[in-house]
């Protein structure tokens, strides 16, 4: 049974397009765009609505524009991350929210966000509730993602992966240039806000069934959401990425040098492979962690 949660103690509904903006990527998602957008146009009659039309061969962006959306059309399909870096470059609000265009966020949610916003946090990110994974495999994916990210970053992460949220748009736009075109962009932008030491906080949400095709491929992009993590984890803490690898090194080297030594008495050349791989790996890690440290030296600057 979903969850029921406590409506915002405050009405956003006049919010403005300079204080407020809506962000929707969509793919051939004419199932249900004009439904989402109406709902949100109902909520907030005079925020900024944009749909990023990304190369939709449907009727996607006229059933938004004639619900009330502002539509900004990619001529090709770019990826669910590049919608979000265009829609963000032309957006006016001073906050941003993310949500998925398919029907499975609820625009009754946003005031939440909006409310845990004032309290002066700079991102807010809906962690879908259980029930609200669209299969037992993509559910199990991402506690795993959750529980590496959290390991990364030191910081309890209670969904890497959810794509509707909230964000500052002067800090979000901070790292767009670090954003991938593909769905990746939760599990980028979260742990870069963590890096930078900007406040990060989580509501309950529960998703529903999406309206229409995925265009997620659990294996692919399953494959990508991994290897960004490691990418952002070695902007975020590179040694907790190099030091296990060089401490691997080390200790199967010195394995290796026993057995060598208790058999033939002698120092294998592997042993000495393995150690000097070890520092290796262990320097290229602590160099790492030092540019990072110049990177973000100063959170409230853009990182180089």
Known sequence: M?????????????????????????????????????????QFPAAEILVVNDGSTDDTAALAAAAGA????????????????????????????????????????????????????DMVVG????????????????????????WMTGQKIEDLTSGFRAV?????????YLLPNGFSYPTTSTMAF????????????????????????????GL???????????LYSPLKLFLPVALLHLIVGLGYYIYTYSEFNRLSLASVFLWSASITIFLIGLVSEQITQLMYKDSGSKPH
């Not at 029930?131 to 529980?147: D, I, K, T, V």
């Open 224 to 234: 990508r959401f991994l290897l960004i993590i490691f990418k952002i984890g070695t």
């Open 127 to 150: 962690a879908r509730q259980a029930g609200s994974q669209a299969s037992l495999g993509r559910g199990l994916a991402n506690r795993f993602y959750n529980a590496l990210a959290s």
């Open 194 to 221: 963590f890096r930078a030491g900007y406040g990060v906080a989580y509501l309950p949400i529960n998703a529903a069934k999406r309206i229409g095709k995925s265009h997620i491929r659990l294996l692919r992009d």
């Open 2 to 42: 979903p969850h029921s949660f406590p409506p915002a103690p405050a009405d956003f509904s006049t919010r403005t397009a300079a204080e407020l903006s809506i962000i929707l990527p969509a793919k051939n998602e004419a199932g249900a765009v004009g439904n989402t957008v109406a709902r949100i146009r109902a």
């Open 168 to 176: 500052r748009a002067e800090k979000f736009r901070e790292f767009l």
């Open 70 to 121: 502002t539509v900004i059309s990619h001529a090709h399909s770019l990826g669910n991350g590049a919608a979000i870096k265009t829609g963000a470059r032309r957006a006016q609000g001073e906050i941003l929210v993310f949500m998925d265009a398919d029907g499975q966020h609820d625009p009754a949610d946003i005031p939440r966000f909006l409310a845990k916003m004032a309290e002066g946090f």
